[in-house]
């Protein structure tokens, strides 16, 4: 059997010569098994019909395989030629022929050097893929987070928007002068209670003096 893994034949006919030719030398060997096992049937029969044979079963069954392993030998010797000549004359395609699918490699031939800078380039051109889009989802990721704070925002200046139509009914004039009017006083207060706290640990200091 041929070593020679033929990868444009099989790419051609779908399938290995190789294993085209073991079919058919398991085929071939298959019939002669049962061309022998009718041979001994028909001498069985004819010996039976003889008076005074004295052949045995067992002897002419001796016989058979003796003759059986006679032409094996000689099958598998013409076989061997046989499929020398098949993968030489009838599987084998030529040097120069190329197949249908393969005519792009005639227009655009490549160097090894050449196809493994391109496999360079598209793995660059992947991780590329893989960072951009890694970049997509956080920007996706920060949109959201900007969606939720701007809807907190819009909340708190309807609120405010709502505090200042309250100012506006009760007399109190423009809201932001109020805010900053209200925030002074809240300094004020602060400042007050700190002073308060302060004179009142004094005199608790005094207290315990006394």
């Not at 009718?38 to 016989?63: A, F, T, W």
């Amino acid at each position: 059997m041929s070593v020679d893994p033929m990868a444009y034949e099989t790419q051609f006919f779908g399938f290995t010569p190789q294993t085209c030719m073991l079919r058919v030398y398991i085929a071939f060997q298959d019939y002669l098994f049962e061309m022998m096992l009718v041979v001994e049937g028909v001498m069985l029969k004819k010996l039976d019909g003889i008076p005074g044979c004295k052949v045995s079963p067992s002897q002419i069954r001796k016989c058979t395989e003796k003759f059986l392993l006679f032409m094996k030998e000689h099958f598998d010797k013409l076989f061997a030629k046989m499929e020398e000549v098949l993968l030489q004359l009838v599987l084998n395609i030529p040097k120069n022929v190329l197949l249908p699918e393969d005519k792009v490699q005639e227009e655009y031939p490549y160097s090894k050097e050449e196809f493994q800078a391109l496999q360079d380039e598209l793995r660059q051109l992947q991780q590329q893929c893989r960072a951009e889009a890694a970049v997509e989802q956080a920007l996706r990721a920060e949109l959201e987070e900007q969606k939720v704070v701007k809807a907190e925002l819009e909340k708190i200046l309807q609120c405010f928007d709502g505090v200042e139509s309250i100012c506006r009914e009760h007399g109190a004039g423009n809201f932001k002068e109020s805010f900053a009017l209200l925030t002074q006083n809240s300094k004020k207060l602060q400042d007050v209670l700190k002073d308060v706290e302060e004179k009142s640990k004094k005199m608790k200091q005094h207290d315990q003096l006394m």
